[in-house]
């Protein structure tokens, strides 16, 4: 008892300690607290006789909250889902100073309490708001002078209700029950309730708080649609793209119609889960509304009853704030379509976190995640790399006191480890390639120690390996014929790389060789006891063998090149992974030098799914519905792993220290003739070209101050190679006195390349 008692305190002091940094209080509406699907409504009025320069405004809602200052919309789509960790709440920054004037000004807050458990939310059982905004002469906090209504002209679809791994719920919104222009300044609030005063910041239940770590959502505004026409009741609307939206519609219809609102991925492309759709109930005469749950499709359905005449249809495009300055093409079509599609699959998997998909469950499994930010680098701008850390601070900070990691991470209803996607987060493809492409070495200190808890759970067998970890879902990939003890013994030896890695950087010398000793030992133990000749195969398994198990081997540097051939024949004749697993195939290829026949492995397998009509993203599988796994959606980011092999092997642009401060160019071209690649770095971004044809082979490349790279030409029959004008190799040999230096490089390294400083460079060898 007197421990408990102690903890209680120390928990108390800790909470009010934190919450001394705000003057704001947690505010609720005395109306339904805790009902599913509820809406508020709150004002507040305050006199400022000088605008400050700067005015930060910390916001906390739960769930997600619009704000309106003076009537101009200043936050579309506020706060993140529930989940730095299992009890904890993320709260947003913004400067309103912009939106302020000199006299009475007005602030609206529009929430949406979710009030349900999902695969990305954990339900804080509450509905709340918390404003703090205090600068020089400036005094704007969330307390009892607010007023507040429940908004009940939302209400919630009936049956079918999304599937239980939405937090979000389908929105019923009945016009006729709505208070016109609430958030507007001369709104008439005395009507309004008051409010009730629930507790100062870090009180239970949304607990400590923690700043929002990515950009808020981006608004497009208010679009036309590419295309509308009707059939039968049903005005169908065409986007121009998939994307995350929120559908808008202005009518003149008596009182009392339904207008049902669908996306095709809600009636057609779902996933074998329900999704989200809408519903809109007319007030009388000429109205609009814009549905505020976002969907996302290539199409929107309006069904619209007899007496209801359209006005206008349109769509608010949102989604995670970043740019598409990533840029990859080549003289293969099929190439630049898998990068396009691959891009977009990305962008709709990106808001409160990376998902699986945007429509059946929205959930941030790690293995999805891994692709999606290897993805990430390269096609996007550097804002991307936030929702990685985010991502990556969350998988270590669900840890349980055991020291086990789950996946997908936030949840309220799922609490499942996956020993493979776990361990391919937090090894060398998930937490150091995190800090290889951005330098953060902070997210390593931190994360160190939960990661080293939970390799520890693992048990050797005594034979240089690993015992079998099921975990609670013993999941490898979607597909037959998994190799599951080696496919997580490979996964394991991937993450011992990354924490040697990482102990090195950190200087944890006793670690480092530890896990240099394992390394040494387990790949000795691996190949003896694994290696048959002609593939890796457990002698427990007796099904075909696994091409993912011979993709691990390769990319984690088990296999040695003596292997590459029989390996190779593999990858020719067995194909049993999914597009998730096939990211790794399509790596280990070019890592062996079989160009060629990578491509042509790609190409055969995700030629369907790229050329298919009417679709801008990759799917799940390699069809849709039940030519698909998992219930086949026709958006799923894990999918797109060629993008980053095509970028990284073919324009061969990779980094080789931390944030990119050395990086190289080695391209692959195999037999494509030309390419050429923008990868967007915090250094600043990495362009280059090529082009090859029986003359010889040229590059053109650009080198962001602060960095170094190793610029090379595939290994060819060439009589000279210039750089910049200047002979610097000739007749197999490099010239003595170059201003860039040669990089000598073992016999297998199949390019000869130079080490250059910042700048443009042009190389041509001439054959």
């Not at 120390?10 to 109306?31: M, P, Q, R």
């Not at 597009?579 to 790794?584: G, I, S």
Request: some cysteine; proline content about 5%; overall charge neutral.
């Amino acid at each position: 008892m007197n421990r408990i008692l102690i903890i209680t305190a120390l928990l108390l002091f800790s909470l009010t300690g934190y919450a001394k940094n705000w003057e704001g209080k947690w505010i609720v509406n005395f109306d339904s607290q805790s009902t599913t699907n509820s809406w508020f409504a709150f004002r507040k009025q305050v006199d400022i006789d000088k605008v400050p320069n700067q005015a930060i405004a910390r916001i906390a809602a739960d769930s997600k909250y619009w704000m309106w200052i003076n009537g101009k919309q200043v936050v579309f789509e506020g706060s993140l889902k529930r989940g730095p960790n299992p009890t904890d709440t993320y709260y947003d920054e913004v400067d309103i100073a912009p939106f302020l004037k000199p006299g009475q000004n007005t602030i609206a807050i529009l929430t949406w309490y979710f009030g349900k458990d999902g695969f990305s939310h954990i339900s804080s059982g509450k509905a709340g708001l918390l404003f703090d905004c205090v600068s020089s002469g400036l005094r704007i906090v969330s307390d009892k002078s607010w007023v507040s209504s429940r908004l009940y002209a939302y209400g919630t679809c009936g049956e079918p209700l999304p599937n239980f791994r939405l937090s979000e719920s389908s929105i019923c919104y009945d016009a006729r029950k709505e208070i016109p222009d609430w958030m507007m300044p001369d709104f008439d609030d005395k009507g309004m309730g008051g409010v009730r005063v629930f507790g100062e910041a870090g009180c239970y239940p949304w607990n400590k708080l923690h700043k929002r770590s990515i950009p808020l959502f981006k608004d497009y505004g208010l679009k036309d649609y590419s295309k509308q026409y009707f059939h039968g009741d049903t005005l169908i609307c065409e986007l121009p793209y998939n994307c995350q939206l929120t559908p808008y519609i202005k009518v003149d219809a008596p009182a009392g119609k339904t207008i049902g609102i669908y996306t095709d991925n809600y009636l057609f492309y779902n996933g074998a889960g329900t999704g989200i759709r809408a519903e809109y109930i007319t007030k009388e005469g000429t109205q609009e509304y814009e549905n505020l749950a976002w969907v996302n499709g290539h199409k929107v359905y309006y069904v619209l009853p007899q007496g209801v005449k359209v006005l206008a249809a349109k769509f608010r495009e949102s989604g995670y704030d970043t740019e598409f300055e990533g840029e990859f093409s080549c003289s293969d079509d099929f190439l630049n379509k898998l990068w396009d599609k691959s891009r977009r699959s990305l962008y709709i998997t990106m808001r409160d976190n990376f998902m699986d998909c945007p429509d059946r469950e929205r959930a941030q499994w790690a293995g999805d995640a891994v692709n999606e930010s290897m993805e990430a680098y390269y096609a996007l701008s550097v804002s991307s790399h936030a929702l990685v850390k985010k991502w990556l601070y969350e998988t270590v900070n669900w840890q349980r006191p055991d020291g086990s990691m789950f996946t997908p991470v936030p949840a309220g209803n799922w609490f499942d480890e996956l020993p493979g996607q776990v361990l391919a987060t937090i090894g060398r493809y998930g937490v150091w390639n995190y800090y290889l492409y951005t330098g953060d070495r902070q997210l390593l200190t931190d994360l160190y120690p939960g990661i080293k808890k939970y390799l520890d759970l693992w048990i050797p067998d005594g034979k240089g390996t690993m015992q079998f970890r099921e975990g609670d879902w013993t999941w490898g990939d979607w597909g037959d014929n998994r190799d599951m003890k080696l496919l997580f013994n490979l996964w394991y030896y991937i993450a011992i790389q990354g924490m040697e890695q990482a102990a090195m950087e950190l200087g944890y010398t006793e670690d480092v060789q530890k896990y240099q000793l394992f390394l040494t030992q387990f790949k000795q133990s691996f190949n003896h006891q694994f290696w048959n000749g002609k593939s890796y195969r457990h002698p427990e398994y007796n099904e075909r063998t696994d091409d993912r198990v011979q993709a691990l081997a390769v990319v984690s540097g088990i296999a040695d090149t003596d292997k590459y051939k029989a390996i190779l024949r593999v990858f020719q004749t067995e194909e049993h992974a999914s597009p998730y697993m096939e990211k790794y195939i399509f790596e280990a290829m070019m890592q062996m030098g079989y160009e060629v026949e990578a491509l042509a492995r790609h190409k055969k397998r995700f030629s369907k799914m790229v050329y298919w009509p009417g679709f801008t993203t990759l799917f799940e599988g390699w069809g849709i519905g039940n030519e698909g796994y998992g219930g086949g959606t026709v958006n799923h980011g894990w999918s797109g792993g060629g993008l980053v092999v095509c970028s990284q092997y073919l324009c061969g642009v990779a980094p080789t220290k931390p944030g990119f401060e050395e990086f190289h160019i080695l391209p692959q071209p195999g037999n494509v003739t030309q390419a050429q690649a923008v990868v967007p770095t915090e250094k600043g971004n990495i362009s280059t070209a090529f082009i090859q044809d029986k003359a010889g082979f040229k590059m053109d490349a650009n080198i962001p101050k602060g960095c170094k790279a190793l610029l090379g030409v595939p290994v060819g029959n060439y009589r000279e190679i210039r750089i910049n004008g200047q002979l610097v190799w000739k007749k197999g040999k490099y010239i003595s006195g170059l201003s860039f230096c040669p990089m000598v490089k073992p016999k297998e390294f199949r390019h000869v390349v130079f080490s250059c400083d910042p700048g443009n460079y042009t190389i041509l060898a001439i054959r």
